[in-house]
């Protein structure tokens, strides 16, 4: 069983920053892709960025450029590095994964909120 545990939202003014971090139960090397989602009240959850098990990663054309996305395999976490905020990035963010064997794993989410 895989667990999800992010943290690191909050209040931020546009133009600021924010990390979130999402630390991995167990071990971090059972996940073949990982990434972050995010999701404001009425719309579908969209994909942020995501990164690959060989460290490849891709991430939406809205935050290129701002959001990076990395992990760290001996400390079982994945991070996103939000610069340059707006206020269309606030939603909830959702660290996700998915296990080798098939199975997709979400945690409880983090709130990022920017302030104009």
């Known amino acids: 069983q895989v667990q999800l545990v992010e943290s690191g939202g909050g209040l931020v003014q546009a133009g600021g920053s924010l990390r979130l971090s999402c630390t991995v139960s167990?071990?971090?090397?059972?996940?073949?892709?990982m990434g972050w989602y995010r999701q404001t009240p009425g719309k579908q959850r969209e994909l942020v960025a995501r990164?690959?098990?060989?460290?490849?990663?891709n991430c939406a054309d809205s935050v290129k450029g701002r959001f990076t996305i990395s992990k760290d395999n001996a400390k079982n976490s994945l991070y996103l590095q939000m610069n340059g905020l707006k206020p269309e990035d606030t939603a909830v963010y959702y660290c996700?994964?998915?296990?080798?064997?098939?199975?997709?794993?979400w945690g409880q989410g983090t709130q990022v909120t920017v302030s104009s």
């Open positions: 990164i690959l098990r060989g460290g490849s990663t």
């Open positions: 167990g071990s971090i090397s059972v996940t073949d892709t």
């Open positions: 996700y994964a998915h296990s080798f064997w098939g199975a997709d794993y």
